[in-house]
């Protein structure tokens, strides 16, 4: 009977929710999008996406193991990255780039700086911006097969892009927008899907509403204070994607709430800046990165105050 | 642009449902009790956790155990000094007779929980790893009573205090902190409110809830008295809302009362910690470093209470409690009255004995409970809970990097930053973890429970406190030392 009793601190139980468990609802929240990039951009979507997760997979199990590291691709976050990089990808990339991509978002961001909650910048964000400065070609190279017109592929512009250049006749319709059936990133085109795996995280308590709801709130105001067309600007480039699943990373955005309202009206700002006034066409991805290295401050600026009661502390 | 707000509007309303449905007991708490309205206050939201409740003993009445062969009274069963031993070897000893007397102020009385033999004054590790003395007693099974035990005499606020402190009474809850002390007002008209502490928000534990249910007139004369001789007005009764049948009870008894408010709380981990009750029933913070009294409140717990009551009536000092036997590797969880003094091993066993060799035993529930080096341990004044759980139940949490998610924080209910205190902590950053006041973390375990990471959060808030309170210690000698100079 007497055998030896385990004893340890309390507490003694713990919640269900693991870092794991987090991980795959995040996955779980980007299906959606990943089947409508299939829908929309074809077959060759699913190899890209399988090649960036496998990527991101391998090279985080390597380097791991090379530094002799606690493995911990078991975790599911080298998927969620992979997942979100591909997203961040145009169709026609070529497989090498995108090889090239997952390595720098896992070895280059996340491994270097520590892994898991150590990176201060998204690696999947950071990954996009390197490539899209190394491969400027392949990374704006817009392919959209669907319309039913022309029945080969043909180059085609982004919506943003279209309205930057003023160009009406190649915007597509709201609700082309809404179902994503326009150019664009993999994952960023369908808003019906993101806004479908976003509810989800929201009803399992994996993100909170206010970094999006601030994002989109932030950009829909000064579009509409600069008599552009709001719901365009909110439904089309990485807006949604950005908001939902990246402005929400844990690591690199605040944890306060009102950290994460400062996050996502800071990100909403710069996004309009870029897009209105700035030489690029999008800069969704460009705000979360400057944001990303505000967060410290933000965070101790917006830190909780513990219950004194009026004691001094 | 109307889109936008829709959207907005949808997520909001998912939020909502998400709260109410993931967030809400299975009864409704009050939004807003009478009393409530009359104090008026800030209205902020203290953050907790919701856990499983696992009231699986409600319902059952406690029974007595067995009087065990031999008893271990640990001279230390509260917070304070040690009692005096005032029993030698081979000394004759009865049910509720002086056995160890209390050793300056803050101490208390400790009376024999059964009549034998006494077999030896011996020294025991306690559980918070201090030596102290202990007086086993062999038990000739008659449980005869100690002559001399009669109703106390009580006639003024005086009498009653020292009655109190005669009884050995400490706080039942968990805390042992011995109760006369907090009785002890200097200037009796700072106490406006009494609240009475009947949340129980550890899983598993129903041992308050069979107090109310089994001795609720008990309480209440327990009221009376402490209107009588405290002369205040204003009590407060908070119970969490996973317990209608005490609520129902309490709520009758306090329908002949007007001073008496039965105020239901949402069933929120850490609902029953000093702060969080004081500041959800009359909404007012406890300062750092202070007491409820600060405020004007004096918080007691239900089952002291209705002890205190019932030695008024009857005189016999606190000699067995009632405690709730349950756990994954118990076999029938039940409540029982033991003897206190009785080793965990004989009470477990008389109560049904193990379902399978247990692999952790806890004083007290999951959350806060003290997990026992081994079955020897005796039951304690405070104890209220014998958790013992399975080998799959006990298994460690696997502890991996923090994620930077804020679940701690945002789950605190004293709003601090463990991750933040973790860091300075690892630093050796004392002037930070003041600055942090991680001095008032009360471990109720909400950090850990909720890190998916499973750090040990509570841990390095322990370490932290000890950290801080020696950095503290050592500065104020030193500056001693200059002023000297």
Request: with cysteine; hydrophobic share 45%.
């Amino acid at each position: 009977m007497e055998g030896k009793l385990i004893s340890v601190v309390s507490p003694h139980i713990t919640g269900k929710r693991t870092t794991q468990r987090i991980m795959l609802d995040v996955i779980i929240a980007l299906m959606p999008a990943a089947a409508a990039s299939v829908i929309i951009f074809g077959l060759r979507s699913l190899l890209v996406i399988g090649v960036c997760v496998a990527t991101c997979v391998v090279c985080e199990f390597g380097f791991e193991k090379l530094c002799k590291k606690d493995n911990t691709i078991f975790d599911l976050s080298a998927v969620v990255t992979g997942l979100l990089l591909a997203f961040n990808l145009p169709v026609s990339i070529p497989i090498w780039q995108a090889v090239f991509g997952s390595l720098v978002a896992i070895v280059v961001v996340k491994q270097l700086f520590g892994g898991i909650g150590q990176n201060f910048a998204n690696p999947a964000i950071t990954a996009r911006i390197i490539m899209l400065t190394a491969f400027s070609g392949t990374m704006t190279n817009w392919i959209y097969s669907g319309t039913p017109k022309t029945p080969d592929a043909v180059s085609s512009a982004t919506p943003l892009i279209a309205a930057a250049k003023g160009t009406t006749s190649m915007m597509p319709s709201y609700l082309d927008l809404f179902l994503g059936k326009h150019g664009g990133c993999l994952g960023e085109t369908c808003a019906a899907a993101i806004i479908l795996g976003g509810l989800y995280l929201l009803v399992r308590g994996v993100i909170s509403w206010h970094t999006p709801a601030a994002f989109i709130a932030t950009v829909a105001l000064m579009s509409f204070v600069c008599g552009r067309d709001v719901l365009y600007q909110v439904l089309s480039g990485g807006l949604l994607l950005g908001a939902v699943f990246m402005a929400t990373d844990y690591s690199t955005t605040p944890p306060t709430k009102w950290g994460k309202i400062i996050f996502g009206v800071g990100c909403g700002l710069i996004t309009i800046l870029i897009r209105f006034w700035g030489n690029l066409p999008e800069g969704v991805s460009f705000s979360i990165l400057l944001m990303n290295i505000f967060t410290p401050y933000i965070t101790r600026l917006t830190r909780n105050r513990p219950l004194t009661g009026g004691a001094r502390a | 642009m109307v889109s936008v707000g829709f959207c907005s509007i949808i997520i909001m309303f998912v939020h909502m449902m998400h709260r109410l449905i993931f967030y809400n007991a299975m009864y409704p708490a009050e939004k807003e009790p009478d009393h409530r309205k009359r104090i008026g206050g800030r209205k902020m939201r203290l953050h907790g956790i919701k856990i499983p409740h696992k009231k699986n003993t409600a319902d059952c009445a406690p029974v007595r155990i067995e009087i065990p062969a031999v008893v271990t009274i640990p001279m230390s069963m509260h917070i304070g000094k040690p009692a005096k031993v005032i029993v030698k070897r081979g000394d004759t000893v009865k049910v509720g007779q002086l056995i160890g007397e209390a050793d300056g102020f803050v101490s208390s009385a400790v009376h024999s929980s059964v009549s034998g033999t006494v077999q030896k004054v011996d020294e025991m590790t306690s559980s918070m790893g201090a030596k102290i003395p202990c007086v086993v007693i062999a038990s000739d099974g008659k449980q005869e009573l100690y002559e001399e035990i009669r109703k106390p005499e009580v006639n003024d606020f005086p009498e009653f205090v020292t009655a109190v402190k005669a009884s050995g009474v400490v706080g039942l809850g968990g805390a042992g902190f011995p109760s006369f002390v907090k009785l002890c007002v200097k200037d009796l008209s700072k106490v406006q409110t009494v609240v009475i502490n009947a949340a129980e928000c550890e899983p598993y534990i129903t041992s308050d809830t069979r107090t109310m249910i089994d001795k609720g007139e008990y309480v209440f004369e327990g009221i009376g008295y402490l209107k009588k001789y405290m002369n205040v007005h204003h009590f407060i009764i908070g119970i969490e809302n996973n317990k209608p049948e005490a609520i129902a009870k309490m709520k009758a008894l306090a329908a002949e009362d007007d001073e008496v408010d039965v105020c239901v709380l949402p069933s929120q981990y850490p609902q029953g910690g000093e702060k969080v009750l004081v500041y959800n029933t009359v909404r007012r913070i406890i300062p750092k470093g202070g007491l409820p009294l600060d405020v004007g409140v004096i918080v007691i717990n239900v089952t002291t209470l209705a002890f205190i009551a019932e030695y008024m009536e009857k005189g016999i000092p606190l000699v067995e409690k009632c405690i709730t036997v349950d756990g994954s590797a118990v076999k029938e969880p039940k409540n029982v009255i033991a003897p206190i003094g009785t080793s965990i091993e004989d009470l477990i066993n008389s109560a049904g004995g193990f379902r399978c060799d247990p692999a952790k035993v806890l004083y007290g529930g999951p959350m806060m409970g003290i997990a026992v080096p081994s079955l020897k341990e005796p039951i304690l004044k405070n104890t209220n809970a014998i958790v013992a759980m399975d080998a799959k139940e006990a298994a460690p949490f696997k502890t991996t990097a923090c994620i930077g998610c804020g679940a701690c924080m945002n789950h605190c209910p004293l709003r601090l930053d463990p991750k933040a205190i973790s860091r300075a902590y690892k630093l050796d950053d004392c002037e930070g973890l003041a600055e942090l006041c991680v001095d008032l973390c009360m471990e109720c375990g909400c950090c850990s429970y909720v890190c998916p990471a499973n750090r040990p959060l509570v841990q390095t808030n322990k370490l932290a406190k000890g950290k801080l309170r020696t950095y503290l210690t050592n500065k104020k000698a030193e500056q001693a030392k200059k002023e000297a100079k």
